[in-house]
């Protein structure tokens, strides 16, 4: 499609709405207010996805080598379909294309660093006065494409903090939080690039995923290598069906197939709640133990229904003395393990556990605290982060927003801003050219400075006029998070 359709349908005649001789709009990108009271900075990325992806591909691709004739043609039929008889017309397509690149400036914070509410993370510009229009016109794009990376990526960063303060307080194996927070998200997000991008940025946290195209996005856009660096990764794992299809009355023999033929040793997730958990957990599992106590590997047992923190915490108004234990405690008494320096239990290595439904930030916090508190270290379960935690947000979780706040009429400069008398304040924009200065570790907004002082500062210029100026690297958008 040509990405100048990609657009809300206001968007095609601003070109004329703005006054008569408009020669440039100057906008930013913000998170403007948080809805997680957790989180009060977001991180900055997909910038660089959005424009390699669309600037540098799609309009390459599908605007710039296609037929000028057949580009207005498509354009003029749509926009005439669309608003009927207009004056929208045709001729600032047509000299777009003869340009043959987006004029634009796009000035950014580094990708990963974490950005206070209220701070511009980018900036974008026009650089020839007769594509004044393109800015904001590029506003639906930007904001469809970019708001759930970033989103995304500043939640993983959240568990990344819940699990990492536990592991420091309870674990032997701080590191492996790494492998902690695993990304079960993509079926349930809405579309492949909102499931593909959201996970790439839980892959700036963690490195467990089970959304194999996320890493093909850090590999394509990000200069990732998966040859010699580890992207994302996962293990062998069941599902229902397997579990299903082995019957009820078999699933002593499936378990023990799986874990004795099939996979004779790795790493292997046994979807465990089919049926009857307890039973697995208090039946099979020891009948099991000395095959699983002699492979060579881990087998990790996966509840997959009911409240999570009961089930692998223990629920002390359960019914009987297993519901009471629950997952990991069950897990101790059948397969024991060391208790580590720090005071706390940790299961053997030859055995573990995931759940994969329904976690929140709350649950994690709760389920790492319960474990605590029962002396067991947080690290003996991994937490399945999935949809219900990436896909239940909107753009304005973080209230993202991007807002012209300068622009030039006749070559005279107009600082601009919004203020509406009946906002709580969200949606106050910042006023004329801006930079962004890191002081004493935190990114800050100054506004109406001058084009000298706007070319200072923190904002540094990574696309102009058709070229990528800074192509950044998922390991140093990784370091950068952990900073």
Same mark, same amino acid.
């Given at each position: 499609?040509?990405?100048?359709?990609?657009?809300?349908?206001?968007?095609?005649?601003?070109?004329?709405?703005?006054?008569?001789?408009?020669?440039?709009?100057?906008?930013?990108?913000?998170?403007?207010?948080?809805?997680?009271?957790?989180?009060?900075?977001?991180?900055?990325?997909?910038?660089?996805?959005?424009?390699?992806?669309?600037?540098?591909?799609?309009?390459?691709?599908?605007?710039?080598?296609?037929?000028?004739?057949?580009v207005i043609a498509e354009y003029k039929r749509r926009i005439n379909n669309y608003l009927g008889e207009n004056q929208v017309g045709i001729d600032h397509i047509a000299a777009l294309h003869d340009l043959g690149y987006i004029?634009?400036?796009?000035?950014?914070?580094?990708?990963?660093?974490?950005?206070?509410?209220?701070?511009?993370?980018?900036?974008?510009?026009?650089?020839?006065?007769?594509?004044? /229009?393109?800015?904001?016109? &590029?506003?639906?794009?930007?904001? *469809?494409? =970019?708001?759930?990376?970033? +989103? !995304?990526? @500043?939640?993983?960063?959240?568990?990344?903090?819940?699990?990492?303060?536990?592991?420091?307080?309870?674990?032997?194996?701080?590191?492996?939080?790494? /492998?902690?927070?695993?990304? &079960?998200?993509?079926?349930?997000? *809405?579309? =492949?690039?909102?499931?593909? +991008? !959201?996970? @790439?940025?839980?892959?700036?946290?963690?490195?467990?995923?089970?959304?194999?195209?996320?890493?093909?996005?850090?590999?394509?856009?990000?200069?990732?290598?998966?040859?010699?660096?580890?992207?994302?990764?996962?293990? *062998?794992?069941?599902?229902?069906?397997?579990?299903?299809?082995?019957?009820?009355?078999?699933?002593?023999?499936?378990?023990?197939?799986?874990?004795?033929?099939?996979?004779?040793?790795?790493?292997?997730?046994?979807?465990?709640?089919?049926?009857?958990?307890?039973?697995?957990?208090?039946?099979?599992?020891?009948?099991?133990?000395?095959?699983?106590?002699?492979?060579?590997?881990?087998?990790?047992?996966?509840?997959?229904?009911?409240?999570?923190?009961?089930?692998?915490?223990?629920?002390?108004?359960?019914?009987?003395?297993?519901?009471?234990?629950?997952?990991?405690?069950?897990?101790?008494?059948?397969?024991?393990?060391?208790?580590?320096?720090?005071?706390?239990?940790?299961?053997?290595?030859?055995?573990?556990?995931?759940?994969?439904?329904?976690?929140?930030?709350?649950?994690?916090?709760?389920?790492?605290?319960?474990?605590?508190?029962?002396?067991?270290?947080?690290?003996?379960?991994?937490?399945?982060?999935?949809?219900?935690?990436?896909?239940?947000?909107?753009?304005?979780?973080?209230?993202?927003?991007?807002?012209?706040?300068?622009?030039?009429?006749?070559?005279?400069?107009?600082?601009?801003?919004?203020?509406?008398?009946?906002?709580?304040?969200?949606?106050?924009?910042?006023?004329?050219?801006?930079?962004?200065?890191?002081?004493?570790?935190?990114?800050?907004?100054?506004?109406?400075?001058?084009?000298?002082?706007?070319?200072?500062?923190?904002?540094?210029?990574?696309?102009?006029?058709?070229?990528?100026?800074?192509?950044?690297?998922?390991?140093?958008?990784?370091?950068?998070?952990?900073?």
């Amino acid at each position: 499609m040509n990405p100048l359709l990609l657009t809300d349908g206001y968007k095609v005649d601003h070109r004329r709405q703005y006054p008569n001789g408009t020669t440039l709009v100057y906008s930013n990108w913000t998170p403007r207010k948080s809805r997680i009271n957790e989180i009060q900075e977001v991180v900055f990325f997909g910038l660089q996805y959005f424009i390699k992806k669309y600037i540098l591909e799609d309009f390459d691709l599908y605007f710039f080598k296609q037929p000028k004739e057949k580009v207005i043609a498509e354009y003029k039929r749509r926009i005439n379909n669309y608003l009927g008889e207009n004056q929208v017309g045709i001729d600032h397509i047509a000299a777009l294309h003869d340009l043959g690149y987006i004029p634009m400036v796009f000035k950014a914070l580094p990708e990963g660093v974490a950005v206070p509410i209220r701070v511009p993370m980018f900036t974008i510009y026009n650089t020839k006065p007769d594509f004044f /229009w393109l800015t904001n016109y &590029f506003e639906t794009l930007l904001s *469809a494409v =970019i708001w759930m990376p970033c +989103t !995304s990526a @500043s939640i993983a960063k959240q568990y990344r903090k819940i699990l990492d303060k536990f592991a420091t307080e309870t674990s032997s194996t701080p590191e492996f939080v790494d /492998w902690q927070g695993h990304d &079960f998200s993509m079926r349930g997000m *809405a579309g =492949i690039e909102a499931g593909i +991008t !959201s996970s @790439s940025g839980h892959l700036l946290s963690f490195t467990g995923t089970d959304t194999i195209p996320a890493i093909d996005l850090l590999e394509k856009y990000y200069n990732a290598n998966s040859d010699n660096e580890l992207i994302g990764g996962s293990v *062998a794992a069941t599902e229902h069906s397997v579990m299903c299809m082995g019957t009820t009355e078999g699933e002593l023999q499936t378990f023990k197939r799986l874990i004795c033929e099939v996979y004779p040793k790795g790493i292997l997730s046994i979807v465990s709640d089919t049926w009857d958990l307890w039973k697995v957990l208090t039946e099979y599992l020891p009948q099991l133990k000395q095959e699983i106590a002699s492979r060579e590997g881990k087998v990790v047992i996966r509840p997959d229904s009911g409240d999570p923190v009961a089930i692998l915490c223990g629920n002390p108004n359960g019914k009987n003395e297993n519901e009471r234990k629950g997952v990991i405690e069950l897990l101790w008494d059948c397969f024991g393990g060391i208790v580590n320096e720090k005071g706390y239990k940790e299961l053997s290595p030859k055995i573990g556990a995931i759940y994969g439904d329904s976690i929140t930030l709350e649950r994690a916090a709760d389920i790492c605290q319960r474990l605590k508190d029962k002396g067991f270290a947080s690290t003996n379960v991994v937490l399945g982060i999935g949809s219900y935690t990436y896909q239940y947000n909107t753009r304005d979780t973080f209230g993202f927003a991007m807002k012209a706040t300068y622009g030039e009429v006749n070559s005279v400069g107009r600082e601009i801003f919004k203020d509406p008398i009946t906002d709580d304040g969200t949606k106050k924009s910042a006023k004329g050219l801006i930079k962004i200065e890191l002081e004493d570790g935190n990114y800050q907004l100054y506004d109406q400075v001058t084009w000298e002082q706007e070319k200072t500062g923190e904002l540094v210029e990574v696309f102009r006029d058709g070229k990528l100026l800074i192509d950044q690297k998922l390991s140093d958008i990784r370091k950068r998070m952990r900073g």
